[in-house]
């Protein structure tokens, strides 16, 4: 089956520097590459996903980056908040079953 | 809009003890999953329902069973909690036409003893 490797497992950077989370996956067959922040207390939120006809997506500050050959993708955040702390989780899917990465803790310091 | 509840939002329970822990979304989303967070371990699914009447196996199904009477509600019932089943449980749901964008509950932290 799939298996989704997220790295690192924490990030620290400044307030205003870029931070980028990556991902490997496994089966070729996976379509479907969500990433998903959450914060302290609450469930899950999806901030942005990609499909595997699409090597790049951005939305505002975050984009995600999709290499199908190599297997692998990547969130970037740039010019980075305080309010970008969280745990962020990437996952892969190829039908509705998400199979997520490990979590990586980013801390924004002032 | 509520979204997705769940209830409780934390409880301590006694190994042995049987436990059902309560999802509602008010979206009509025709799927809902049911997951688990462990550090270190990110978020397995345990159970899903691809609609109203049907369930599924996930990842880490063992210990755990699921119900969908209705769209609405999609309970995890534990028959006979084990400490390793202390975890956070998330609930999802998603559209029909969009499966695989999972909207998550606020969660349930679990502690069995």
């Known amino acids: 089956g799939e298996n989704v490797e997220q790295h690192p497992s924490t990030l620290s950077v400044q307030e205003g520097d870029s931070a980028v989370i990556k991902c490997t996956y496994s089966?070729?067959?996976?379509?479907?590459f969500p990433w998903y922040k959450q914060e302290l207390g609450k469930g899950p939120q999806l901030i942005i996903d990609?499909?595997?006809?699409?090597g790049e997506k951005k939305d505002q500050r975050i984009a995600v980056t999709l290499n199908k050959t190599a297997k692998h993708f990547s969130l970037h955040i740039t010019e980075t908040q305080p309010e970008d702390s969280a745990v962020y989780f990437c996952?892969?899917?190829?039908?509705?079953?998400?199979?997520f990465g490990t979590g990586t803790r980013l801390q924004v310091f002032p | 809009i509520a979204g997705i509840t769940q209830a409780p939002t934390s409880q301590i329970l006694a190994a042995g003890r049987r436990m059902t822990l309560r999802c509602t979304q008010d979206m009509r989303h025709n799927a809902m999953y049911w997951y688990r967070q462990d550090l270190g371990l990110g978020l397995r699914l345990i159970h899903y329902s691809n609609t109203a009447g049907t369930t599924g196996k996930g990842e880490v199904p063992d210990g755990y069973s699921v119900s969908r009477a209705n769209t609405d509600d999609f309970p995890l019932t534990l028959a006979s909690a084990v400490p390793s089943q202390t975890s956070v449980y998330f609930c999802a749901s998603s559209e029909q036409g969009d499966r695989e964008t999972q909207y998550f509950g606020p969660g349930t932290r679990l502690l069995v003893l």
């Open positions: 996952a892969a899917s190829k039908t509705d079953k998400l199979i």
């Open positions: 089966d070729s067959a996976s379509n479907y």
């Open positions: 990609i499909r595997s006809n699409v």
